[in-house]
């Protein structure tokens, strides 16, 4: 069932018409669907209901915190990456204990919030890193849980710009590395070995490569067990990839992907982690935003739309297929037209469709940007001193501003004029 979805010739979020929320929020908006994001944990999660997991969704795909306490409401964790998701995590009621701190450039600071919340355990990607955790944590006399992030040289990720798991990628220890790190790792007297960790790339349409990254880590799990390490987790991150429209390649469906992992991860006898953050939220949000005008040059048809590529840079920098369609349903007989849907960004990239078939449209005509409720808003910026795009969240006949749109005061706010200049 969609949750974004047509009723009387009117798309709808839930319960509620989008023209509503246009006119009362404004365009353009991100307008996020509970139920979707709901529905969609629980399709990963209910698949591993039947062995240790944790499934702690990666916060940098949507990160405002109504929806981390949505998600956090039905027992799921977080993956932070920065100091900043920490904090939005705890905010949302994700316990520490289901926290797990990701990335390759965590500074001292940032594991001290860390350790301090307390949480699960933390990805660490370099031996830089594993020294300066295991000072922090001396400073604080605790002892930090670890698992490396070890890069298993596998391809991956349907764009070059996503995919992590290549040995020139930065992320990770170096496969053939493995095994020094975590001697050097059990000798510091303030790190706990805990656990293995990788993460492969994002929107990945196929088993293979998760396939081929179990049995190397299951491999080097048996090994690092010989040497007399403790591994009690293995956290296969995230990057399950989803469908983004008809015409795009369809991701395996999360129960075969968990009936793979399971069956290949069987008699590992690991506590299963897994960092999922498009295939949670991508369905569950839209972008919808109004046609300011239709363009016509001669050679193309531009729709010139209030949203632009700072509100979603997704088509701009990875060229992402996004399925766009009137927020009024064109009828049966309606004139079908070829446009190139473009933002008001003084960029020739603000384009998000070329030569796309829309029914015609003109100005004030509401249109939206679906599979936009992961890396949309999160990615979102001010460029051309456009106020940071506002979300809203819809439960049933219910919505709510869940981040509002800043005034160009609010936005003047933060910067200043030196006294050298006034
Ligand atoms: N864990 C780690 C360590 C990650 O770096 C990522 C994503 C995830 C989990 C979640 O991956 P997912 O399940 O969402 O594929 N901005 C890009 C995607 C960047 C992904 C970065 N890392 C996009 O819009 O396609």
Redo the contacts with the bound molecule.
């Keep these: 069932m969609r949750h974004f979805d047509f009723r009387n010739g009117e798309m709808y979020a839930e319960d509620v018409p989008l023209s509503q929320i246009a006119r009362e929020v404004g365009t353009p908006v991100y307008v996020y669907s509970s139920a979707t994001f709901e529905r969609h944990y629980k399709v990963f999660s209910d698949v591993f209901s039947d062995v240790d997991a944790l499934v702690a969704y990666?916060v940098?795909?949507n990160s405002n915190i109504a929806v981390l306490a949505t998600l956090a409401k039905l027992g799921c964790g977080a993956?932070v990456?920065s100091g900043g998701e920490l904090v939005r995590a705890l905010t949302a009621g994700v316990p520490a204990s289901k926290i797990v701190f990701?990335g390759v450039g965590k500074t001292a600071e940032e594991m001290r919030m860390a350790l301090k919340a307390g949480i699960r355990i933390f990805?660490v990607e370099s031996l830089p890193e594993l020294h300066a955790l295991n000072a922090v944590a001396g400073e604080m006399g605790k002892s930090a849980p670890i698992a490396f992030r070890v890069n298993p040289d596998v391809s991956a990720g349907g764009?070059e710009k996503?995919s992590?798991g290549k040995a020139e990628n930065k992320f990770g220890i170096a496969w053939h590395k493995a095994e020094e790190a975590y001697a050097l790792a059990a000798s510091l007297p303030h790190i706990s070995v805990e656990g293995v960790d990788v993460?492969i790339g994002?929107?990945i349409d196929s088993l293979d490569p998760f396939a081929r990254t179990i049995d190397k880590i299951g491999e080097l799990i048996g090994r690092l067990r010989q040497a007399g390490h403790t591994i009690k987790s293995f956290d296969i991150?995230?990057?399950?990839g989803i469908p983004y429209g008809d015409n795009q390649k369809i991701p395996p469906h999360p129960s075969e992907y968990g009936a793979m992992v399971k069956d290949a991860t069987r008699g590992l006898d690991v506590e299963l982690i897994f960092?999922?953050?498009?295939?949670v939220s991508g369905n569950s949000g839209v972008l919808l935003s109004k046609v300011i005008y239709a363009k016509e040059t001669g050679t193309r048809n531009f729709l010139i739309i209030d949203a632009a590529m700072n509100d979603l840079i997704?088509p701009a920098l990875?060229d992402?297929y996004h399925d766009i369609e009137a927020v009024t349903a064109p009828g049966s007989n309606f004139e079908e037209t070829e446009y190139d849907v473009v933002g008001p960004v003084c960029e020739t990239g603000d384009t998000f469709a070329r030569g796309r078939a829309l029914p015609r449209m003109q100005a004030d005509d509401l249109l939206v940007f679906h599979t936009a409720g992961?890396?949309g808003a999160a990615?979102a910026s001010q460029y051309n001193t456009r106020p940071l795009v506002p979300e809203v969240l819809v439960n049933g006949e219910r919505y709510e501003v869940i981040r509002e749109r800043p005034s160009i005061e609010d936005i003047l706010k933060t910067e200043k004029i030196p006294d050298w200049l006034s």
């Design positions: 990666s940098k795909a993956d990456v990701s990805n764009h996503i992590t993460h994002s929107q991150g995230g990057g399950l960092e999922p953050g498009r295939m997704r990875y992402a992961a890396y990615q």
